[in-house]
């Protein structure tokens, strides 16, 4: 082996999970709990606030499906938000959000006032998932991206458990209050997260924008293995970000500081080739990730398991229990092997699960809405394939999307790239919140399911086609290329912005 391999190898043997990255990218996404929290527990909430509230299908349709389209707000505007104030502080907001909308859900006098605070949640909800995965894949190692930009989809899960554990435990409390506890309770971990930044550093890769080089340094030193892995990330995003790689000023003013001018544009309307490509890929991945019909299974699962045949409130809160546990279980699967196996692999199995899961639902389903008798055997079978879809769900598209999302992008269009994404995201979940009700009545519940897996199937090809691999790959340097065909125009080079030393 030649000395220059030797080197790598030990490099690669050294290099770790960094115990304060993890630290730091888990209070981070600890805002995603508050996401997951307000879908687990509207699904239970959602049968006593229609008793309680004398509302319709088309109210509760509504009411479920608000949170995410409001939410398209908070994502639209997070990223020129995160661009001007920082990453940090872009979390503090969003707590402060979610905070507000939780109080009014609380109160909830009545249905104009529940919608409000949903409204208001709902642009909390999309603050969260979009600042989240991109601190966490901006303070990581290419080797550990992977993992702590799963972190934000294991804290959905773990709030979607949480949930489902308040309906089930408020259920007894008075109709009155039992659901204005459940949704008023959220505001507790708001205020937690929103007091636990200040444990947490700013980005460096922010830093740098900037021009605040020896805090960024300074941070970096923190969440790297070794000095020598700390000065070679901070001279790749120097040279992302156009600061001269020789530059050894601890401050520098950067003329052309980034705060988001012109992303727009040049995301959208004159993007290069492998721009283009990686803005289908990620209209594609969030399309996706909810059009198999995610949204349907965790919000409306005591719906299903009731036209399974589990009649009761108890049999069903406690399967619902049950799904938030295999779906956070499950993303352990997920954080293990995304590191290893690889983008690709992990989200290709994830759908291959996920449509078979889907197809035995609609079957079993069809056969329980079509038999004049009680088919115990069609409940257990129910159960199996809705907790197999969800597994196969949360060890590959649930949290994947979000890494592959989140570390695709150029640095300068990442935070707006990435709320584009989590808009789309959004969209597609207010589409299928809003819509899965009306749908099942017009194609049957069966139907619903074999719908689903047809879109899986779509969605396996266009995954195959157009994801390729970023497994270890520089956010830096080398991601752009991972989109690069043969063919494509050479970008022009980027000139390096014009700083000039600041006296301290």
């Known amino acids: 082996m030649t000395e220059s391999g030797l080197g ?50 088309t109210q509760i349709q509504v009411l479920a499906g608000v949170l995410n389209a409001c939410a398209l707000v908070g994502s639209l505007t997070a990223g020129r938000i995160s661009d001007f104030i920082g990453r940090r502080y872009t979390i503090v907001v969003g707590a402060a959000v979610f905070f507000l909308g939780s109080l009014l859900m609380g109160l909830g006098l009545n249905f104009a006032m529940l919608i409000a605070g949903r409204c208001i949640a709902g642009v909390g909800v999309g603050y969260a998932l979009m600042i989240a995965p991109v601190y966490s894949a901006e303070i990581s190692t290419p080797s550990s991206r992977g993992c702590l930009s799963s972190l934000p989809e294991i804290c959905i899960s773990i709030g979607i ?30 205020v937690a997260l929103a007091l636990s930044v200040i444990l947490m550093p700013e980005s460096p890769r922010w830093l740098v924008m900037q021009g605040r080089i020896k805090d960024a340094r300074g941070v970096l030193l923190r969440v790297s293995n070794s000095k020598e892995e700390a000065e070679r990330r901070l001279w790749d995003i120097k040279a992302a970000v156009g600061i001269d790689k020789g530059c050894t000023d601890d401050v520098v003013h950067v003329t052309s500081k980034h705060h988001g001018e012109g992303v727009w544009k040049d995301l959208l309307l ?8 990686i803005l289908t890929a990620t209209v594609g991945i969030h399309i996706f990730q909810h059009a198999t019909g995610i949204e349907a299974v965790l919000l409306y699962s005591p719906r299903i398991l009731k036209k399974a045949g589990l009649m009761t409130k108890n049999q069903q809160f406690l399967a619902t229990i049950g799904i938030g546990v295999f779906k956070t279980v499950f993303i352990l699967v997920a954080i293990l092997l995304v590191d290893k196996a690889g983008r690709r692999k992990v989200l290709l199995s994830s759908l291959t699960g996920m449509i078979l899961s889907l197809v035995g639902l609609g079957v079993v389903l069809t056969l329980v809405e079509h038999s004049p008798h009680r088919l115990i055997w069609a409940q257990i079978m129910a159960v199996v394939f809705v907790l197999s879809f969800v597994s196969s769900f949360s060890s590959g598209i649930g949290p994947v999307t979000w890494v592959y999302c989140s570390e695709i992008f150029p640095l300068r269009l990442r935070a707006q790239g990435a709320s584009l994404g989590v808009a789309i ?23 619903a399911f074999f719908l689903f897996a047809g879109i ?26 991972v989109f690069t065909k043969r063919g494509d125009k050479k970008p022009p080079k980027q000139h390096a912005v014009e700083v000039e030393k600041v006296e301290i």
Not at 19 to 45: R, W
Request: aromatic content about 14%.
């Open 8 to 57: 790598m190898e030990q490099h690669k043997a050294k290099e770790g999970k960094n115990k304060y990255a993890f630290a730091c990218s888990f209070i981070a996404s600890f805002i995603s709990v508050l996401m997951g929290y307000d879908t687990g527990v509207m699904s239970g909430a959602m049968i006593f606030i229609q008793e309680d509230l004398k509302a319709t299908d």
């Open 161 to 190: 458990l949480f949930g489902y554990l308040a309906n089930y435990f408020f259920r007894k409390l008075p109709l009155i209050y039992g659901w204005r506890a459940m949704l008023g309770v959220a505001m507790v971990p708001s």
């Open 270 to 277: 004159r993007p290069t080739p492998p721009v283009r490509r």
């Open 425 to 447: 995201n959004r969209l597609m979940n207010s589409a299928m919140s809003m819509s899965f009700i009306s749908l099942y009545k017009a194609i049957t519940i069966g139907g």
């Open 456 to 481: 899986g199937v779509v969605a396996w090809v266009f995954y195959f086609c157009c994801l390729p691999e970023t497994k270890g790959r520089a956010l830096e340097e080398e991601m752009e290329e």
